[in-house]
């Protein structure tokens, strides 16, 4: 079985994310000015990335390839891209989806900075969505 890598995707291969997104049918797309972490496993079969916001990051782009879903892929991944951030995690999701960011430690009782404030009541126009954030943990 091959080896599962989860790493920093360098600037000048964020098209395969892109690639990977697309090869899903998914609409989600490598953030400019972002920082993306994959799981590879022979190819790219999870992403995410990190853009920053106003105290923090702003979590996006969490996909894992159905065939690698149940095995806790999505919690590794993120815990290894949040690892050293400094300030809040944010992301905005479906309603469905939180119990999955419940057990990594996200909750919904966060204050969203503006910016993603405003993206939020655009987003629910149009879908349900909440809005969860994950305190920097402390330093040991």
């Not at 690892?83 to 905005?92: E, H, I, N, S």
């Amino acid at each position: 079985m091959p080896e599962l890598n989860l790493e920093p995707l360098a600037e000048p291969l964020w098209p395969l994310l892109n690639k990977f997104y697309r090869s899903h049918n998914s609409s989600m797309k490598a953030l400019k000015g972002g920082r993306l972490w994959v799981a590879r496993v022979d190819g790219i079969v999870a992403g995410v990335c990190l853009t920053p916001v106003v105290g923090g990051q702003w979590l996006t782009g969490v996909f894992v390839d159905p065939a690698y879903r149940g095995q806790g892929l999505a919690s590794r991944l993120i815990g290894e891209a949040v690892a050293d951030v400094d300030g809040t995690v944010w992301l905005l999701c479906h309603p469905g989806l939180e119990g999955l960011y419940r057990r990594m430690g996200f909750s919904q009782d966060t204050v969203l900075p503006q910016s993603l404030s405003e993206r939020l009541v655009r987003y629910r126009r149009n879908k349900p969505m909440i809005a969860m954030g994950l305190d920097a943990l402390p330093e040991r």
